[in-house]
Nanobody, 117 residues
Framework: QVQVVESGGGLVQPGGSLRLSCAVS????????MGWYRQAPGKQRELVAQ???????KYGDFVKGRFTISRDNAKKTVYLQMNSLNPEDTAVYYC???????????WGQGTQVTVSS
């Protein structure tokens, strides 16, 4: 079964940076599109970023230009580099994997990101 370990969350000042990591085991990592979603209190979960491979990436609204998603297939790890953070970025960030055009999906347990002034 899939095992997912998220790390890198924490508290940061506005304008600061964080790098989230999500290490996965127990699956064929290469066939999964990997992504990050976030959910703030009282709001729906929303897409932050998704990557199929290095030349196939997409970002949610208000993210592109500040965040960068990347993956290391040898390490079975996906990363999210977040720069220019603002308080509106405060949320629980969830690692996600899905096989394109199928119903196969898994989720990490989430890591808290807090941007405080």
């Amino acid at each position: 079964q899939v095992q997912v370990v998220e790390s890198g969350g924490g508290l940061v000042q506005p304008g600061g940076s964080l790098r989230l990591s999500c290490a996965v085991s127990g699956i064929d990592f290469r066939i999964y599109a990997m992504g990050w979603y976030r959910q703030a209190p009282g709001k729906q979960r929303e897409l932050v970023a998704q990557i199929i491979h290095d030349r196939s990436k997409k970002y949610g609204d208000f993210v592109k230009g500040r965040f960068t998603i990347s993956r290391d297939n040898a390490k079975k790890t996906v990363y999210l580099q977040m720069n220019s953070l603002n308080p509106e970025d405060t949320a629980v960030y969830y690692c996600n994997g899905e096989v394109p055009r199928t119903g196969r999906v898994f989720w990490g347990q989430g890591t808290q990101v807090t941007v405080s002034s």
